[in-house]
């Protein structure tokens, strides 16, 4: 495996096709706001009492008299330096704050993917050497469970288990306010809050990626290059870990970044129930309270995320097969 | 006379599907000697790969081997530890594989993969295998080889890959070369190109070969001895010369008619009238005599025996015992 020149040329390319989409969802974005009853004003102002001239001073102000076109333009070139507007209930700039809870979901997601990953590609493995034995038969049938357990009932789940009863672990948030706000006492402390919560997001994931890489790595394994490694007197365990499961692992890179957009998508249940701090209690939040600019701003932001990934997969794809070929 | 390097006792390997039991490898003996060229030809699906797959013990679920003798320069590699085995693959006995384009793994350099097996037989640094792959590559005669050594098998051609797999193969100078219809895939200038060159390599080498083939033609050329396999068994041996001048059975009378008659064709094995067995429910009796033109009452339900008409041939057939009695 080798990092060829024109990697990064493709890199930049892809990055630079991205952004005529990144144009259309913000398009999307726009015309929805516009198609809603009422305008952006009425779910501001709700059920407070307003006068008619407030109410017409505040559209003055958002650039709601304007025509569509003009207006269209300016919500393109706030976006364009990054403006998402203002949060009247979070008393923050929606970009600010978007991003202040970007890092608790990246850590939440990032474990769990990584985490599930492995452990998935790793199982996969094992059962694939050993097919249809009691073992093979024993975890496919967890992974069923798990692939087709419901995302809130699994969390409530594990809330009630290992924390109401066993209280192993907390039950809400990110941090405890007792611990040490930095240090090692701080990273054991947030480690502690993350393992319900990234569980519970690594049980769907591990299990979709067990189930595929038993049978992609079954199908490796009968694969005529996989003969000629055992005809030269490759050791079995090479045979399995270098020859076949490179090959093997490479629709689940595709699947891995297939998934992160559902797990984004999911993270409004596993953080709502778990108060976790990131993007997808936000979302929650934002919904709760009509706060529209936030929840625009959360679409962008999460569309923009999983072009990203899309990228990312891609590449990684690319680097694993000297096939590809870059357009 | 030297005991030969390769003997095989009774060799017997079964398939267990969920469709039954296919009976591929039946009973196959066969005799290599050193720096010996053995052809073992049969139409498509009689057991061939199993044959050679066995003596690698490289047979899969849900094949076995259920037994038999596979005496290797003294040795039975079927009573071998698997670790010791490992260490005779791509070592001592080495493989040669039909298709060059499914046979590479796609996503490791060619000099990697040669080089793989050099450092695991001759205990090479990795310097030294890669110089070890080039040397593999120049003896394969790959021209620009210190380009070529760098390449990933896609793009290379079908014949550049196949002499990729053949210095693979010889990297570790092995006594005995298994080539499982080596050129079937290529095309038949290239064809003729890898026969020239694995006939060089053996005679530097002083490797023996067993040539798996569909081709008279190269068996003519190649080999010194052929065996003739049909539905798992061995149904006739004999030294190449005396087996095209007299085939004493039915099946290779018709294999040689075919190929050798005014309607020739490429592959002999298609023109033989009728279907080839289902080796999951083989024939009673001889398993050749519902497509045999001379069968005899007998040959529905009892199994031939094997009769040997002169030195160093033998057949599997009714029709001789006839004569011999
Ligand atoms: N993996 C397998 N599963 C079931 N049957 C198989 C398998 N591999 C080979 N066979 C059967 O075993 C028999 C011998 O196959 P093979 O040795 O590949 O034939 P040949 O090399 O002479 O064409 C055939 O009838 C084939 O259908
Ligand atoms: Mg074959």
Redesign the pocket.
Known sequence: MSLRPSLLLYVARRLLQAVPLVFVIILINFFLIHAAPGDPVDFLVGTMEATPEYLEGLRREFGLDQPLPVQLWRYVSKIAVLDMGYSLRFRQPVFELIMSRLPATLLLMGTALVVSSIVGILLGVAAARRPHTATDHAATFVALAGYSMPVFWLGQLLLIAFSLHLNWFPTQGMYDLRAPSDGWGRIVDVAHHLVLPALTYSVYHLALVYRLMRVKMQETLALDYVTTARAKGVPERRVVYVHALRNAVLPIVTVIGLNFGFMLAGSVLTETVFAWPGMGRLLYEGIQGRDYPVLMGLFTCLSVMVILVNIITDVVYAVIDPRVVYR | MDAPLLQVEGLTTH?F?DAGT?R?VEGVSLTIGRGEAVALV??????????ALSLMRLV?P??RILGGRVEFEGRNLLDLREEEMRRLRGGDIAMIFQDPMTFLNPLMRVGDQIAEAVRLHQGLDSRAAWRAALAALELVRIPAPDSVIEYYPHQLSGGMRQRVLIAMAISSRPSLLIA?EPTTALDVTVQAQIMELLGDIRRELGSAMLL?THDLGLVAEYCDRIYV?YA?QIVEEADVGPLFASPQHPYTRALLKSTLGPDARVDAFESISGQPPD?ARPPAGCRFHPRCPEALARCAHDEPPVIRPAAGRQARCWLLAQDAA
């Not at chain 2, 049969?42 to 044959?51: A, I, L, W």
């Open positions: 398939l599907t296919v591929a049969g139409e498509s699906g009689c057991g061939k790969s199993m044959t899969r849900p094949g499982d798996i396999m798992g080796l």
